[in-house]
């Protein structure tokens, strides 16, 4: 069964770090674009971080000099380091995959919360 599945996040002080996981199962994420979504309560879902298939790299404003997002070389997993962290940044974290080769297929994970402290 292909899925992305998610890991790390937790809780954090202002200011501290957390890292992200997130690794393709049954499937590569070669022609895949890739993106960190998140959602906190009573708020719709946003998009975080994204690589395009073409490969270039979109974060939102919010995150900009603060979130990274990379990938390894085997193309199962991707991830998200997430620095100077702001108690605006609480929310469930979702990946999320669309792309393939023949067709189009979507993915997300299962989401992982992450709560920062002021």
């Known amino acids: 069964q292909s899925q992305l599945v998610e890991s790390g996040g937790g809780l954090a002080q202002a200011g501290e770090s957390l890292g992200l996981s997130c690794a393709a199962s049954g499937f590569t994420l070669e022609h895949y674009g890739i993106g960190w979504f998140r959602q906190a309560p009573g708020k719709e879902r946003e998009l975080v971080a994204s690589?395009?298939?073409?490969?270039?790299?979109n974060y939102a404003d919010s995150v900009k000099g603060r979130f990274t997002l990379s990938k390894d070389g085997d193309k199962h997993t991707v991830y998200l380091q997430m620095n100077s962290l702001k108690a605006e940044d609480t929310a469930v974290y979702y990946c999320?995959?669309?792309?393939?080769?023949?067709?189009?297929?979507?993915?997300w994970g299962q989401g992982t919360q992450v709560t920062v402290s002021s």
């Open positions: 690589f395009t298939s073409a490969g270039s790299t």
């Open positions: 999320h995959a669309e792309g393939g080769v023949v067709h189009t297929n979507t993915y």
